[in-house]
Every structure is written in C-alpha cells, then in structure tokens.
C-alpha cells in the first residue's frame, strides 16, 4: 500500500528548524503513553482532540507530530514493523517539533 505525505495546516506556527529543541507541554491527561514493541520506537502516545502524536524513541528523542488523525496513530499502533510504518507514513510527512524534556 502506498502512502502519500502531504503538511497539515491548522494555523499553527512551527519552529524553523524542526529539530531545534522547543518546550512543548506535557501531554494532556487524556494522553495514554503505551510502550511499543520496536527498534527504533520506545513509547507512543497520542491526543485525539489536538492531533497530536508524540514518539520517543530508543535513544530518548521526543518528537511530537502536529495534524496527525486517528486512522494513522491506529495503523501505526497495528503496524507489524512501527518503525518501517513510522517512516513510511508519519516522517517527513507531518510538521513536528522536538521535545526539550528528550
């Protein structure tokens, strides 16, 4: 199945480079952080209202991606390689910020 990034714009302004670290909120009680089984993903977590996906990864990295909707944190959280389906369907594929609590 192939799959098609395209930038959600929701009036929101993100940083220049998104790499550079910025603070960003704890996540919102509502916000399950469930640990995956995979190589590069430690945890995932996920705010249905926002959108918003947030991903640390082995190496204590937190990213968080703006614009993501349901059926891709769902597929994701399906996926039977989530860091194939990561960088096939949500990297580069959607604004994100780094964390500076990573």
Avoid at 13 to 30: G, K, M, Y
Avoid at 88 to 93: E, F, Q
Wanted: aromatic share 14%; with cysteine.
């Amino acid at each position: 199945m192939g799959f098609s990034c395209r930038w959600f714009g929701r009036g929101a302004s993100f940083p220049e480079d998104p790499d550079e670290p910025v603070q960003i909120r704890q996540e919102a009680p509502a916000m399950i952080v469930i640990t995956v089984q995979s190589a590069p993903l430690s945890t995932v977590a996920y705010d249905a209202a926002q959108e918003i996906l947030r991903i640390e990864f082995r190496d204590h990295s937190i990213y968080q991606y703006f614009g993501v909707p349901p059926s891709v944190y769902e597929a994701l959280l399906q996926a039977p390689s989530k860091g194939g389906y990561f960088n096939r369907a949500i990297r580069d594929c959607y604004p994100y910020a780094r964390s500076s609590l990573s």
